[in-house]
């Protein structure tokens, strides 16, 4: 059993950063595989990121309207996946989830966090 508790949402203005953590229980390194979501309202939800290690390499996927701007990465010493996000704009605005392990169309996660909202506003 996972679980995934996240943090870090908020308030920020256009052009703002926030960084988002997850903080996931039991052993995260035996994890190869994490993702990030979010929905906004009155929208379907969408998958931002996938990190996966396949072979001893670490691959990172983001969706394509983040490139740039936004970076996965993980600290398994403090069993933590975090999403950095710069130059934030008002359509990043939904509530974000973390998850494990990455979906695809055919198929979700297992496992979600409760989600953390970010708004981005002047």
């Known amino acids: 059993q996972v679980q995934l508790v996240e943090s870090g949402g908020g308030l920020v203005q256009p052009g703002g950063s926030l960084r988002l953590s997850c903080a996931v229980s039991?052993?995260?390194?035996?994890?190869?595989?994490m993702s990030w979501y979010r929905q906004a309202s009155g929208k379907q939800r969408e998958g931002v990121s996938c990190?996966?290690?396949?072979?001893?390499?670490?691959?990172?996927l983001y969706v394509d309207s983040v490139k740039g701007r936004f970076t996965s990465f993980r600290d398994n010493a403090k069993n933590t996946v975090y999403l950095e996000m710069n130059n934030l704009k008002s359509e990043d605005t939904a509530v974000y989830y973390c998850?494990?392990?990455?979906?695809?169309?055919?198929?979700?996660?297992?496992?979600w966090g409760q989600g953390t909202q970010v708004t981005v506003s002047s």
């Open positions: 998850a494990t392990p990455c979906g695809s169309k055919y198929y979700d996660p297992d496992y």
């Open positions: 990190e996966t290690t396949e072979d001893g390499r670490l691959h990172i």
């Open positions: 039991g052993d995260m390194s035996s994890i190869n595989s």
